[in-house]
C-alpha cells in the first residue's frame, strides 16, 4: 500500500513498515513506550518477518527461513511433506497452521524435527481433497517473528493401469539427477525441438519453461567460446547451426529452417528478418492469452489462446502436468493453427487450479474456479453446458485472421526490401570483380562441413580434387543479399541433393588490398545476435533432407575464370569443377584459374521457387478422404509426391492436383496402410509431413440425424434409444442419463453388439426427463451423441395461495400461479369452480384459456365464496388447487400511503411525492387528497378539492407564502371511500434551493475500541452565495478491502460527534463525514488513514503485585496460579513448564484480564518452574512460579556414634529414602546430656550424613537424634546409641611422675580435609573440617583465592578445632574453588574443594 522511497534514516525506515505498524509506533512513541511491531524484509522471497523490539542485542536476532517450504502437488491418499530450516538467535521455536480448517487430527498431520539436518517437518498422511490449502510455518523467538506460506494442491488419484505403469516408470526417472545430469543437458543441446519434452519426461524435470530459457544461454555460450577458441563449430554434419571464425571473418550458417524452429509455415529464407546485421528468428507470442473461468460442478471449462505464428501444437498444463488430449481433456488447433483450445470436461472440484498454455519459451496462466452446484432447488440434475472465460468477448477467428494479415504484410515488406537489395549488390560485386587483377583470391560462401571456410586454390589442389567431383554444368545458383550485409544463398543441382542455408554477412566490414596485381577479397562476418535454436540430428540422414547442408559440386558463380592464351575469356564446359580443400583452421586454399570471360554475367541468376506455405500433419479416419496441400512461390513449378521414400503416382486411392502455384495429393478412401512420412519435392526443395490414419468408433449419419431427435413418451411407456456404429475393436460403449451411467436393473436394458447398442427404459417416468447421451471409446479415439427424453404426464395442480386483487360489493377479482410442472404440454385452459360458505355444492363457472386469473362478476353483497381451479392440457386434468374464502362488498378501506417526499422547493411552489399505501382495501386505488398545514398551525387544509382527485403519487403545491414553512400528509381513496392520512412529512420552507454547505474541518478519531469509534469535526463555515449553513451530517465507513461505502446513520445527525458502533475486532476502516443541508450535500472530508478497530495499544504488564514466586504443595493436592494482567489489544497467553508447554493433564482458564493454571491432583513429578507468557503487538511481559510437590519425609536410617577428636563425636547417619526425590530435604541434629532433662539442636539443615559434636564432657552419657526435614515438615527421629558413662568417684591418689616434660608443640595439619559440594541454587551450603595444632594455627577461608574472613557473606566460625563456613542462598557467582589455610609458628598447611550450583 505505501510505496518504498530511496530517503535515509528514521522516516526512510518508518515508511517500510505496514499501516498498522506505523500506527502503534506512532502510539509508543508518544506514550514513551518502545516497544514496536516492525516489518523487516527476509532475504528468502516470501518471508514475512515481524520485528517486536526495535533495538536487538548484539550477537541476537529475529527468526528467518534459511530454507522456506515449498508447494507440492500430490495424488489423494499419499504423504505430503513440508520441510524448513529457520535461523535466529535465541533459538526460534517453530509451528504449523492452515488457512482454512484446524490441524488437531494428530494421527494426520505430525511435526517433526530432525537434528542431523536441521529440518522441521510436518507430515501430512493420506492426504485427500481436503486438506488442500495454504499451510504455513511460524516461526518465533523473544525478539520476532517469521510467517513463511506455502500451498497443497491434492490431485484425483488415478486407477487406470496404464497409468500406475506410467507412476511406477517415472519414480524410477525420478530418481536421476534430472537436469544437473550433463547427459540431459547433451540430450537437450543435440535433440530436436518436439523432442523437449519427451527428454523431460524421462529425467524426471518438470519446469519445461525455465529448461528452454537454460537452453538458450548454454547455447549461446557454448558458441561465443567455440568463436573465442578459433574453432569451427559446425564440423559435425549434423549441427543445426554453423559458426566459423577464420581471422577477422566470422560466418553464421543456420540450416533446417522448419516451422518448430522459428513459428513459420514455410522454409523459406525470405521469411527470417534482419534487423541492423542482427540475425532474428520470430518468436511466438500470445496475441490473446487464457482468461480465468468460474464453472459450476459437471460443466465443461473452455480455454482459448490465439498465436502470433501458426504452430502445429503448444503444451497444455494444469497444477504443474502436463495434460495430454484424451477423454477428460480435450486438446485442439485450428484449421491455419493459430488458435488453440483446452477443454477440460465434467469439471469436479479437483480440477480447481491454475492452467498455462506454453508456446515455445512464451506461456500464460488462468485460473479454473469449480464450485458447487445445487440441485436443491430443482431437485433433479441440471444437462451439461459448456463454461468459457467471462470479461471482453472476442471474436478468436477474427483476431486470428488479422493477425495472418499482419503477418503476411511483413514478409511481403521484407521480400520486397530483399530483392531491391538483390539487384544493388549484383551491380556493386560485378563492379569489384571487375576491377580485380589476373591473379585473385576469392573468399567463397560454401556449405558446412569438412568444405567449409574460404576457398584457397592452386594447380595442384584443384587437379587432384577434380577427379572427385561430378560434373555440374547444369548447376544454378542463387544469392541473395539481405538487409545488414546478411545473405541466403541455395544451391541446386539438378541429380543432387538441394541444400538450403542462411548466412549473415556484414558488408562494411569488407576490405580491399592490392598485392602484384592480385584480389584479395576478405568477408568479414559480424554476429552480433545468434539464433537460440536447437540442434538437430536428423533421422533421415540416408534420405533426401534439407535438414544438412553439404557444398556443391559445382557451381557457375564459384567456377574461378581462366585466362586463355590468345588473352580472350572464354569458358570450357570440360574445366567446368569447382575445387576445394579442407583446411583446419577455418580457411581452405585458393585455386587458381585462367580467365575465359565475365562474371558478372554468371551472377545475375534468378531467385528460385521457394515453399510460401508448407505440409501440415494430418490424422485421417479409415475409410474417409485425406489432402495434403501446399503452396510455392511459383505457378509454373512442377514437383513430385513420395511416401515413406517412394514415388507416388496417380491411381484409384490417390489423386493428384495442381491449381496455380497449389500442389494437392488427395487419398481417395484412407486405408492403414496409407500411414507414413509424405514428402514433396519441387526444383530440389521439399516439405514433409505425417499421415496418421485411424479408426476411432463412428456413427452412421443417417441413425444419427434420427438419434438425436426427442424421444417423447407417456408416463408408463417404454423409450428406446438404438444407434448403429463402426471402429476399430474393441469398442467400450457406456450409456448416460443427466451425466448419470445407467446399468441394467428393473427398468434398464442395455444391449451391446459389435456394430449396434440400444438402450431400453422400462415404464418412464416423469422424473426420467433429461439427456441421454452414448459414449464409445476405443484405441484410437471416442465418441458422443446426446438425445433428449420427455416423458408426458397431467400436470399438477396450481400453485397457491390465490391474490385478491379486488374485491367490490359487484366483483371479485383473483389470480394465481401456473402449475410447478405442466407435464411437458403446455396448459391450454383453466377450470374454475365456486361454493358459497356454508352450502355444500360446487358451481362450475367456466373455462378460461390459459391465463392465471379469473374476474367473478356474478356475486351477492357480503357474501363470502371458495374458488377451486383445475389446469387442463394435452395429457390431462391436474388436481384441483382450492383457494381460501373471498368476500364481495366488504367496506375495505386503504392504508395510508407513505409520508410525503420533498422533490424540490420553490418560493412559488413545493414539489412533492408518495408511495402508494401497501393494502389497497381489496379494490383498485382511485385517486389522492393531499392536506397542508403551516409550522405552528394546528388546521390542516386541503390542496385539492374532493371532486379533483389527484390521481397520480405526485403534486405540485403552489398555493404557499414565500418564506413560510409547511408540513403535508395524504390519504387514499378506494371504491369504500378514503382512508386513513399517512404521517406527516418532514418541515420544509417555501423558498428556492439553498447551496450546500462546505467541507467539515478538523475531523479525527478520539476514542477507539474493538466494536468502536468515536469521531468528532468542527462545523463548516458559511458564505454566502457559495456556501450555506449545514443542517445535518452523515458519517460513511468502508472497509480496507470494500470499495462501496456504507452510511452510519440513516436520517442526518446535528451534533458534530458520532460513535460508529458494530465494528469487527482488527478490521481496518476508512471514515469521511458528509455535511448537508436543504441545498444538497457537501463533498467528504476522509480521514488521511484508516482506523483500525481495536483499543488503544497497551503493553501487557501483571496487576497482582503479590504473586508467590514459589509454592510448596502436599502431594496430592490441587494447585491452581492465577495471574492477573492488563494488556490491548487481547493478548496471547503461554503457559510453560520448564520452558517446555504444560502437559494436557493441566488445565488453562483465560478471561479478559486474568488466566488461571490448575492441576486438580498434583503429584511429585509436577514440581518445577511455571512461565505465564503474555503477549500483543505492543510487546510481551513473563513471570514465573517454582512449584514444589511434596509430602512429610521419611525419617533417616541408623544412626552410629564414631568419636576422631578427643572432646568431639561425630554423628554418622544413613540417608532417608525421600533424599533422591527431594533435593530440598536436610536433616536436623539434637543432643541431650545426662545432666539435663531438655533435648537441644546442636545442627540444623545439614545437607550431608555426618556431623561432629564438640564439648562432649569425659563422664557424661549423651543421646542423639536425628530427623529429616522439607519444605513440608519433620520426620519422626533416629534415635543413636548411648556416648559415654559416669564417671565412678574413687579416693584422689596423687602420683608425682618422674617422667620428662613432653613438648606439645606440633604444626598444622587436617584430620577431616574438605568434602566436594554440590547444592541447589537458593539453598544453603555447610563446609566442614577439622584441624589440629599447637600453637592454635590461625584460619583463613578462600574463594578462587581471594579472603572471605572480611566478607559478610559468609558465616565463619572455629570451634576447638573445627572449622565451619555457611553460604545461606547459594547461587552462581558462588561457584569455584574453596580453599582454607591454617598457619601457625611452626608450619602452613591448606586444603581445598569445589562448590558447583545446580539450577
Known amino acids: 500500500m505505501w510505496k518504498r522511497t530511496k530517503n535515509t534514516g528514521a522516516t526512510a525506515n518508518r515508511q517500510r513498515f505496514s499501516l498498522v505498524h506505523r500506527y502503534i509506533q506512532h502510539f509508543n512513541e508518544v506514550s514513551g513506550n518502545k516497544s514496536a511491531a516492525i516489518h523487516i524484509r527476509s532475504k528468502t522471497p516470501g518471508v514475512v518477518i515481524t520485528q517486536y523490539t526495535i533495538n536487538i542485542p548484539e550477537g541476537k536476532s529475529t ?250 501444437k503448444i503444451t497444455w498444463m494444469g497444477k504443474g502436468s502436463v495434460l495430454e488430449d484424451g477423454e477428460k481433456y480435450s486438446i485442439t488447433v485450428s484449421d491455419h493453427k493459430m488458435i488453440h483450445r483446452l477443454l477440460i470436461k465434467d469439471c469436479k472440484l479437483l480440477d480447481k487450479g491454475i492452467y498455462s498454455a506454453v508456446a515455445g519459451i512464451t506461456s500464460c496462466s488462468a485460473w479454473l474456479v469449480v464450485e458447487t452446484e445445487d440441485d436443491s432447488i430443482s431437485g433433479k440434475k441440471k444437462p451439461r453446458k459448456t463454461t468459457v472465460a467471462r470479461g471482453v468477448w472476442t471474436d478468436l477467428e477474427k483476431v486470428a485472421k488479422e493477425q495472418q494479415i499482419k503477418n503476411q504484410e511483413e514478409m511481403e515488406k521484407i521480400l520486397a526490401a530483399v530483392k531491391a537489395k538483390y539487384k544493388a549488390e549484383q551491380l ?108 538437430t540430428n536428423d533421422s533421415d ?62 551472377l545475375v541468376i534468378e531467385p528460385e521457387v521457394q515453399f510460401v506455405c508448407g505440409l501440415s500433419d494430418v490424422n485421417a479416419i479409415i475409410d474417409e478422404t485425406a489432402e495434403l496441400t501446399c503452396k510455392l512461390s511459383s505457378e509454373d513449378c512442377e514437383g513430385v509426391w513420395f511416401r515413406d521414400g517412394k514415388k507416388i503416382l496417380p491411381d484409384d ?57 426427442p424421444v417423447t413418451v407417456k408416463v408408463g411407456q417404454n423409450a428406446i434409444f438404438k444407434l448403429c456404429f463402426v471402429g476399430h475393436e474393441p469398442i467400450k460403449i457406456q450409456w448416460y442419463r443427466d451425466g448419470e451411467e445407467l446399468q441394467d436393473d428393473n427398468n434398464t436394458k442395455i444391449e451391446k453388439s459389435a456394430g449396434h447398442s440400444r438402450l431400453l427404459l422400462i415404464r418412464c417416468q416423469r422424473k426420467d426427463t433429461g439427456e441421454i447421451k452414448i459414449k464409445l471409446k476405443n484405441e484410437h479415439g471416442f465418441i458422443e451423441a446426446i438425445s433428449q427424453l420427455v416423458v408426458l404426464d397431467k400436470p399438477t395442480s396450481p400453485s397457491g395461495p390465490a391474490e385478491v386483487t379486488e374485491g367490490s360489493p359487484t366483483c371479485i377479482e383473483f389470480k394465481w400461479r ?40 356474478d356475486v351477492d353483497h357480503g357474501r363470502k365464496y371458495y374458488y ?29 400511503p407513505a409520508p410525503p417526499m420533498v422533490v424540490s422547493a420553490y418560493d412559488h411552489c413545493i414539489n412533492l411525492s408518495w408511495a402508494s399505501p401497501s393494502n389497497t382495501g381489496g379494490s383498485r386505488i382511485l385517486g389522492y387528497i393531499l392536506e397542508k398545514r403551516k409550522k405552528g398551525s394546528n388546521l390542516w387544509t386541503v390542496v385539492n378539492a374532493n371532486d379533483e382527485l389527484i390521481k397520480e403519487n405526485k403534486y405540485a403545491v403552489k398555493d404557499v407564502v414565500a418564506g413560510m414553512e409547511y408540513e403535508f400528509r395524504v390519504t387514499a381513496i378506494n371504491l369504500s371511500g378514503a382512508g386513513e392520512f399517512s404521517n406527516p412529512s418532514e418541515f420544509v420552507f417555501a423558498r428556492d434551493p439553498k447551496k450546500p454547505p462546505g467541507k467539515v474541518t478538523g475531523l479525527k478519531v478520539t476514542e477507539t475500541s474493538y466494536t468502536h469509534f468515536v469521531l468528532t469535526w468542527n462545523k463548516p463555515k458559511e458564505k454566502p452565495d457559495i456556501q450555506d449553513e449545514a443542517k445535518g451530517y452523515f458519517v460513511e465507513i468502508r472497509q480496507i478491502d470494500c470499495i462501496d461505502w456504507s452510511r452510519c446513520n440513516s436520517t442526518a445527525i446535528i451534533t458534530t460527534t458520532f460513535s460508529v458502533k458494530g465494528l469487527k475486532p482488527m478490521d481496518m ?174 545442627a540444623d539443615r545439614l545437607f550431608n550424613n555426618k556431623f561432629t559434636v564438640c564439648n562432649i564432657m569425659h563422664g557424661r552419657e549423651y543421646h542423639f537424634r536425628v530427623y529429616a526435614k522439607n519444605d513440608m515438615g519433620i520426620s519422626a527421629p533416629s534415635e543413636s546409641p548411648t556416648w559415654g558413662k559416669e564417671k565412678k568417684k574413687e579416693k584422689f591418689v596423687v602420683h608425682v611422675p618422674t617422667s620428662k616434660e613432653c613438648d606439645l608443640q606440633c604444626a598444622p595439619t587436617f584430620i577431616v ?42 558465616y565463619i566460625s572455629n570451634t576447638c578445632g573445627v572449622c565451619s563456613m555457611l553460604i545461606l542462598r547459594v547461587g552462581p557467582r558462588d561457584m569455584g574453588e574453596y580453599t582454607i589455610t591454617a598457619e601457625n609458628a611452626l608450619g602452613r598447611v591448606e586444603c581445598s574443594t569445589i562448590l558447583s550450583v545446580r539450577e
Not at 505425417?690 to 438419434?707: A, H, Q, T, Y
Not at 584460619?1339 to 557473606?1353: D, G
Open 1313 to 1354: 580435609p574438605l568434602k566436594l559440594h554440590t547444592a541447589p541454587k537458593g539453598y544453603e551450603c555447610y563446609m566442614t573440617c577439622a584441624v589440629k595444632g599447637n600453637p592454635k594455627p590461625h584460619i583463613t577461608w578462600y574463594r578462587n583465592h581471594i579472603s572471605l574472613n572480611t566478607n559478610t557473606n559468609y
Open 653 to 709: 486411392n490417390f489423386t493428384i492436383t495442381r491449381d496455380g502455384a497449389f500442389h494437392k495429393l488427395v487419398i481417395i478412401k484412407c486405408k492403414e496402410e496409407h500411414s507414413g512420412k509424405y514428402r514433396f519435392e519441387a526444383d530440389g526443395r521439399k516439405t514433409e509431413a505425417m499421415i496418421n490414419v485411424k479408426d476411432p468408433p463412428r456413427f452412421d449419419p443417417n441413425e444419427l440425424s434420427s438419434f438425436i431427435a
Open 818 to 857: 401456473p402449475p410447478k410442472d405442466d407435464g411437458g404440454s403446455p396448459v391450454i385452459r383453466y377450470i374454475v369452480e365456486r361454493q358459497q360458505v356454508g352450502r355444500n355444492t360446487w358451481k362450475k363457472i367456466g373455462e378460461i384459456p390459459g391465463v392465471p386469473g379469473y374476474r367473478d362478476t
Open 1069 to 1242: 476502516y476508512w471514515v469521511r463525514v458528509i455535511a448537508t443541508n436543504d441545498g444538497g450535500e457537501s463533498a467528504p472530508e476522509e480521514l488521511a488513514n484508516y482506523v483500525l478497530a481495536m483499543p488503544s495499544p497497551v503493553r501487557p504488564k501483571f496487576t497482582n503485585h503479590k504473586m508467590k514466586s514459589f509454592v510448596v504443595v502436599r502431594a496430592g493436592n490441587s494447585v491452581r496460579i492465577t495471574i492477573n494482567f492488563e494488556a490491548s489489544p487481547q493478548p496471547d497467553i503461554i503457559w510453560l513448564k520448564d520452558n517446555v508447554l504444560v502437559t494436557k493433564r493441566v488445565t488453562i482458564s483465560n478471561s479478559d484480564g486474568s488466566s488461571q493454571l490448575l492441576i486438580p491432583s498434583s503429584e511429585r513429578s509436577d514440581s518445577g518452574i511455571y512461565s505465564i507468557l503474555v503477549k500483543n503487538l505492543a510487546g510481551q511481559e513473563t513471570f514465573s512460579t517454582e512449584v514444589r510437590v511434596t509430602d512429610d519425609p521419611k525419617p533417616p536410617g541408623p544412626v552410629e556414634l564414631v568419636e576422631n577428636v578427643p572432646g568431639t563425636v561425630t554423628v554418622i547417619w544413613e540417608a532417608s529414602p525421600d533424599e533422591k526425590r527431594d533435593d530440598r530435604l536436610h536433616y536436623t541434629v539434637s543432643k541431650l546430656d545426662s545432666t539435663k532433662r531438655t533435648w537441644t539442636t546442636v
Open 541 to 602: 540422414e540416408n534420405e533426401d533432407s534439407t535438414e544438412q547442408v553439404h557444398p556443391p559440386s559445382c557451381s557457375k558463380q564459384s567456377k574461378p575464370p581462366q585466362e586463355g592464351n590468345n588473352g580472350e575469356s572464354t569458358r570450357s564446359k570440360e574445366n567446368n569443377e569447382c575445387d576445394e580443400a579442407e583446411d583446419t583452421t577455418g580457411s581452405a586454399t585458393h585455386t587458381r584459374h585462367k580467365r575465359q570471360g565475365p562474371l558478372i554475367e554468371d
Open 63 to 312: 527468526p528467518d527461513f534459511q530454507c522456506k517450504p515449498n508447494p507440492i502437488t500430490i495424488e489423494e491418499g499419499k504423504l505430503a511433506v513440508f520441510k524448513a530450516v529457520v535461523t535466529g538467535d535465541p533459538k526460534p521455536e517453530v509451528s504449523w497452521r492452515r488457512g482454512k480448517g484446524n490441524m488437531s487430527d494428530k494421527d494426520k498431520f505430525q511435526s517433526k524435527y530432525d537434528q542431523s539436518t536441521g529440518e522441521y517437518i510436518l507430515e501430512i498422511h493420506k492426504v485427500s481433497a481436503a486438506e488442500t490449502d495454504v499451510y504455513k510455518c511460524y516461526v518465533v523467538n523473544e525478539y520476532g517473528k517469521a510467517v513463511g506460506t506455502t500451498t497443497l494442491n491434492v490431485t484425483e488419484a488415478s486407477t487406470n493401469p496404464s497409468d500406475f505403469r506410467k507412476l511406477l516408470r517415472k519414480s524410477k526417472e525420478e530418481r536421476r539427477d534430472g537436469e544437473t545430469d550433463e547427459r540431459f543437458w547433451d540430450a537437450m543441446l543435440n535433440a530436436d525441438r518436439k523432442d523437449y519434452e519427451c527428454i523431460c519426461k524421462e529425467f524426471g524435470v518438470t519446469d519445461l519453461h525455465l529448461i528452454l530459457k537454460k537452453l538458450e544461454e548454454k547455447k549461446a555460450a557454448r558458441v561465443q567460446n567455440e568463436c573465442k577458441n578459433g574453432a569451427i563449430p559446425n564440423e559435425d554434419t549434423n549441427k543445426k547451426y554453423n559458426l566459423k571464425c577464420a581471422g577477422e571473418a566470422k560466418d553464421l550458417s543456420i540450416m533446417d529452417l522448419m516451422q518448430r524452429d522459428t513459428g513459420l509455415n514455410q522454409v523459406d529464407a525470405e521469411e527470417i528478418h534482419f534487423l541492423s546485421t542482427e540475425f532474428k528468428l520470430s518468436n511466438v507470442d500470445f496475441v490473446i492469452k487464457i482468461q480465468e473461468i468460474k464453472a459450476q460442478e459437471r460443466e465443461d471449462a473452455l480455454f482459448e489462446c490465439v498465436l502470433t505464428h501458426p504452430l502445429p
Open 868 to 896: 377451486r381451479i383445475r389446469a387442463i392440457t394435452a395429457e390431462g386434468t391436474s388436481e384441483v388447487m382450492e383457494t381460501d374464502e373471498m368476500q364481495a362488498g366488504t367496506l375495505a378501506f386503504p392504508g395510508p
Open 428 to 535: 556493386k560485386e560485378g563492379n569489384i570483380l571487375k576491377n580485380r587483377g589476373r591473379d585473385g583470391e576469392i573468399t567463397a560462401v560454401t556449405g558446412p562441413g569438412k568444405n567449409t571456410g574460404a576457398v584457397k586454390g592452386n594447380p595442384d589442389t584443384a587437379n587432384s580434387s577434380a577427379p572427385s567431383e561430378p560434373n555440374q554444368s547444369k548447376e544454378k545458383a542463387k544469392i541473395n543479399k539481405l538487409k545488414g550485409g546478411a545473405a541466403v544463398s541455395t544451391l541446386n543441382a539438378s541429380g543432387s541433393e538441394t541444400k538450403t542455408r542462411v548466412q549473415v554477412i556484414d558488408n562494411a566490414n569488407i576490405k580491399k588490398h592490392a598485392k602484384s596485381g592480385q584480389a584479395d577479397f576478405d568477408r568479414l562476418t559480424d554476429l552480433n545476435e545468434p539464433a537460440s535454436e536447437n540442434k
